[in-house]
């Protein structure tokens, strides 16, 4: 899978040949890709130290010894052209649908605004055990998510 194919900032087009996380391996057949890999390693081993996900686990399936586990609730856009569906099932980056309250009342992304804060709000009233649908089993919102994350793009034309 390609997430940087294409021209940077920079002016320069790569291919850095990565499969998305739980893809079969690919034999790498591009030239510098190997290097490029490389590169994204380091990176994310140097802000690993600031990343959720290094985090994660230990707030409900390995809590930290003393405390207890915590209830989470996980938002995101399917399809955001933004940050990729696989980037986000890691817990790196929700993205704004959440705040869009900033749009005029009868914008349809007001509606899923509020209706996402709602969720929100629910949620931390009763300490995490109750979630609930803010389209009541309408097509935005998924409530509780039925199989797996999603890892593929999902970009909708």
């Avoid at 034999?27 to 990176?43: H, S």
């Avoid at 405390?67 to 929700?94: E, H, M, W, Y």
């Avoid at 509606?111 to 935005?140: C, K, N, S, W």
Wanted: contains cysteine.
């Amino acid at each position: 899978m390609v997430f940087f194919e294409g021209p940077c900032r920079c002016g320069i087009s790569f291919d850095e040949n990565l499969p998305l996380r739980d893809a079969a391996p690919v034999i790498n057949t591009v030239e510098g890709a190997m290097e490029i890999q490389q590169v994204l390693e380091w990176r994310e081993w140097a802000v690993m130290s600031g990343d959720p996900v290094a985090f994660a686990p230990y707030l409900r399936k390995s809590p930290r010894e003393g405390l207890p586990a915590k209830s989470v609730v996980i938002q995101f856009a399917r399809g955001d052209q933004t940050i990729p569906n696989p980037t986000k099932t890691v817990l790196k980056d929700p993205h704004s649908f959440l705040v869009r309250t900033h749009l005029p009342l009868q914008h349809p992304n007001f509606a899923i605004a509020r209706g996402a804060q709602e969720q929100m709000a629910v949620f931390f009233a009763t300490d995490g055990a109750e979630v609930i649908d803010p389209d009541d089993m309408g097509p935005l919102f998924e409530v509780p998510i039925a199989g797996p994350l999603p890892q593929d793009l999902g970009f909708i034309p």
